[in-house]
């Protein structure tokens, strides 16, 4: 069975830096898949930040791109998102999934339990 | 890049049937086949109930279906059942990157 799992502060200061990591579980990072983050601020709805395929080619939310960087280690089994100058907008659950192929990447069929990260 | 547009709030009475509409542009759903729908309950992890506009992973009820045509995708939920009751998402993808819908808060009445 396919985990996934969030990690990180949960709690970054203005200007800082938020760093998060998912953990993945039951699943090859070898395949070709794409691993990707959503996040949702409070009362708002799910928004897509970005993804990484397993070759290391990323595309990211235009919005937050300039701020953002994504990585992946294959062999200790986890992906990695960094967004830096956050302010009380980043301020959201973050959420880490995998897409069911390559060619459909929006078909996220594993998702991590979410992580809370509040910028204050 | 914007996000697609989708009614706040459905409603349903048990049993009904409830259709939620998703409208993009020609830069997303109009061209590109790739819409996903998600079901979140709040406080959860959403849940993948439709990929590839209209096909459903395993362990989905057909209770749930979805089409598209021109610039919009729908979701239909058939047989509306007191469990139905979440917020539903749709996301396309639009050439390099994916987006997703305003969401859509399904009551069963």
């Known amino acids: 069975q396919v985990q996934l799992q969030e990690s990180g502060p949960g709690l970054v200061k203005p200007s800082g830096t938020l760093s998060l990591t998912c953990a993945v579980s039951g699943a090859s990072m070898g395949t070709e898949n794409w691993w990707t983050w959503v996040r949702q601020a409070p009362g708002k709805g799910l928004e897509w930040i970005g993804e990484?395929?397993?070759?290391?080619?990323?595309n990211f939310n235009p919005s937050l791109e300039g701020r953002m960087t994504m990585s992946l280690d294959r062999s200790k089994g986890r992906f990695s998102l960094t967004l830096t100058s956050v302010t009380a907008a980043d301020t959201a659950v973050y959420f880490c999934a995998r897409a069911r192929t390559r060619y459909d990447s929006g078909a996220l069929d594993y998702w991590g339990p979410g992580a809370l990260v509040t910028v204050s | 890049q914007s996000a697609l547009t989708q009614p706040p709030s459905a409603s349903g009475s048990p049993g009904q049937s409830v259709t939620i509409s998703c409208t993009g542009t020609?830069?997303?759903?109009?061209?590109?086949?790739?819409v996903s729908w998600f079901q979140h309950h709040p406080g959860k992890a959403p849940k993948l109930i439709i990929f590839?506009?209209?096909q459903r992973p395993s362990g989905v009820s057909h209770r749930f279906s979805g089409d598209k045509s021109g610039n919009t995708a729908s979701l239909t939920v058939s047989g509306l059942q007191a469990e139905d009751e979440a917020d539903y998402y749709c996301l396309s993808y639009e050439g390099t990157i994916n987006v997703f819908g305003t969401g859509t808060r399904l009551t069963v009445l």
């Open positions: 020609s830069s997303d759903i109009g061209t590109y086949n790739y």
């Open positions: 590839e506009v209209n």
């Open positions: 990484i395929f397993h070759s290391g080619t990323t």
